[in-house]
């Protein structure tokens, strides 16, 4: 009897010993990486392209502005210019952000998305979230005080893709648009993952292939407390740094502060084309690595040997540590772009853009060798009967301001037609050189001698000094709780080319006259009159 007792006693210590062993090397390690205390340490080689370090490192942002602004208003906070008052409050409120657009917006057809429709899509999106959370949270056996998110129909990014109409992403006066960047400022993360299109690069990346670091694969989806979306793209360069002159285009970095800076030049522009976009300090252990459910996500996250906790795209080993972005010690900068309505609401067309670059070291495109290439786009439809061409130039433009060189394809919301506008999406190639003004991303103006009455006016406006575009600008980015957005060189660099544009728009008058140049409306021929748009040398 005393051997059977101690054999019994063996035994139940031995399945003891296992279930120690399993809840320490299993479940524990699950349980700590919830429970994570947040460390604070300084310095690291990373930290060069992370952002300043805070006083509270736990605190992601700072707290909402005191209240949302109009964009046609400027608020009593807005900088004073020598005594007079806002530059950038003058401009929104001149007549030509004030004239009602063309053609007027009579009913639902004109707006992209049916609202009860679309409401109804996202309480199912709601619904299925928290039916995968309360799945996730169980498989883990972790308890949760968390209530089920609730859609808001006042939420901000609700209302922005109930405000998608014809004419643009939002209105010339939208408060939304002001609420929006505010909330994804300050709104606490719930969920991080990979976007579709690094999804399916996972697995097929070759690091053997890879020239220099591109920030093709640091993107993340984020989403929000109240269940709105966001990009996500870190910092990965200094504001000073210029692209280095050997770079080819197409493996140039990606930067955050290029897309913070061409929603505001798309919105003085009064193009409205670019999805909200705001930069926020991020906390990548608290509201990356801590709230995402991907395990190849988790997996990428290491912390440096300065302590600085860092991550990279999923790619071999060998690769990981050098192509890291690094928090300081978890605070990275990086910019926030609203997410548009989901493909199921409102399909979207990709179509390669007419003037496509090569995207090889040697080889060139029609384009670049044949200076009537135009001639032969005019003929194809939908450039041959739309406004499909002058909404490209108008395209050209914008990216030649910022310098971006990588508008391989365009997208535009199926529901429009042909006639709709094209959606000016990742723009974080743009202002790598201020020293340098391509040329070649004008050849749709240069080659079409055509344009806008409407894009030729603003140009027109913001040439003047009262309303300088580097000005109005510089005042707009001030908004940004990142700022300064650009440096001084890249602000002038703006008033230069926006010179070259009315120089080359001039050319083309002098070879072919106004009434073949200047568009009135995007499918009449005509120009107006030359006492409405007068050219500036």
Not at 288 to 295: A, F, G, P, R, Y
């Amino acid at each position: 009897m005393p051997g059977l007792r101690r054999d019994r006693l063996l035994t139940l210590l031995l399945l003891g010993a296992l279930l120690s062993a399993d809840l320490y090397f299993h479940l524990w390690p699950q349980v700590r990486r919830q429970l994570r205390p947040r460390e604070h340490a300084r310095g690291c080689p990373c930290a060069r392209r992370a952002s300043s370090p805070a006083p509270d490192p736990a605190a992601a942002s700072p707290g909402p502005r005191a209240a949302a602004r109009n964009f046609s208003r400027a608020g009593p906070g807005t900088e004073r210019h020598g005594g007079r008052g806002s530059r950038l409050q003058a401009l929104f409120a001149h007549p030509l952000y004030r004239v009602p657009e063309e053609p007027p917006l009579l009913g639902p057809e004109d707006s992209l998305l049916a609202g009860q429709e679309a409401l109804r899509y996202y309480r199912r999106k709601v619904a299925r979230w928290n039916r995968r959370h309360k799945i996730y949270k169980e498989q883990l056996n972790l308890t949760s005080l968390d209530t089920p998110l609730q859609l808001r129909l006042e939420a901000s990014w609700v209302q922005f893709h109930l405000g998608i109409s014809r004419h643009g992403l939002y209105s010339r006066s939208s408060p939304v648009v002001s609420q929006l960047l505010q909330d994804m400022r300050r709104f606490p993360t719930i969920s991080a993952d990979y976007s579709q299109d690094e999804k399916a690069l996972l697995g097929a990346c070759d690091c053997t292939q890879i020239v220099k670091p591109s920030g093709v694969h640091l993107k993340l989806v984020l989403r929000f407390s109240d269940f709105g979306k966001a990009m996500f793209k870190p910092m990965r360069q200094q504001r000073d740094e210029e692209t280095p002159a050997d770079f080819f285009y197409f493996i140039d970095f990606q930067r955050h502060n290029a897309e913070i800076a061409a929603f505001h030049l798309d919105r003085i522009l009064d193009f409205r084309r670019v999805p909200p976009t705001v930069g926020r300090l991020v906390n990548v252990t608290k509201e990356i690595l801590e709230v995402t459910k991907n395990e190849i996500l988790q997996s990428v996250f290491f912390v440096s040997p300065a302590s600085n906790v860092c991550f990279f795209a999923k790619c071999p080993y060998m690769c990981k540590t050098e192509y890291a972005v690094c928090g300081n010690p978890h605070l990275l900068e990086g910019s926030l772009s609203a997410f548009l309505p989901s493909l199921n609401l409102a399909p979207r067309l990709s179509v390669p853009n007419p003037w496509i670059r090569s995207y090889s070291l040697a080889g060139k495109e029609e384009w670049e060798v044949n200076p009537l290439y135009c001639d032969t786009v005019k003929q194809i439809y939908p450039y041959n009967s739309s406004s499909r061409l002058l909404n490209i130039i108008d395209m050209a433009i914008f990216d030649f301001l910022i310098g971006n060189m990588d508008r391989h394809h365009y997208e535009m919301f199926t529901k429009f037609g042909d006639d709709g506008f094209l959606i000016h999406l990742d723009n974080a190639r743009g202002f790598g050189r201020h020293s340098q003004d391509e040329l070649s991303i004008l050849s749709p103006l240069s080659q079409c001698c055509r344009i806008k009455k409407k894009t030729l006016l603003h140009l027109q406006l913001l040439a003047q000094a009262d309303y300088r575009l580097s000005d109005v600008m510089r005042e707009s980015l001030l908004e940004d709780q990142l700022s300064p957005i650009l440096t001084e060189p890249h602000l002038l660099a703006l008033d230069r080319r926006l010179q070259i544009i009315l120089q080359t728009v001039e050319g083309c008058v002098e070879a072919h006259g106004e009434q073949s140049v200047i568009a009135t409306d995007p499918a009449e021929q005509s120009a107006p009159d030359s006492s409405q748009a007068n050219l500036t040398s």
